[in-house]
């Protein structure tokens, strides 16, 4: 599978919020409908819909340390450092 280049996700990510405004506008329109409408897939744009968040704004299951944690720990090693 190819990956998506940046334009490319930022183009399918404004596709995604015009659907879920076209959703919320008009009562009578279906996911499915909508999907094929603004050329997103269905699942996504039902996954958004109820709350879940994209992929690339999700914290990575790899990373073992918080933000906070990781900062610490380089203020440490710097301060030992000096």
Known sequence: MPQRTNAQS???EGNIQLALQA???D???SVRRAAHL???P????????AGKTARRDCTPN???LTKTEE???VLYIL????
């Open 38 to 40: 603004y050329n997103v």
């Open 27 to 29: 009562a009578k329109l």
């Open 10 to 12: 930022t183009l399918n």
């Open 71 to 73: 900062s610490v720990i």
């Open 42 to 49: 269905r699942k996504t744009l039902s996954d958004r819909r």
């Open 23 to 25: 959703l919320k506008r």
């Open 79 to 82: 301060d030992l450092d000096s």
């Open 62 to 64: 790899s990373m073992k």
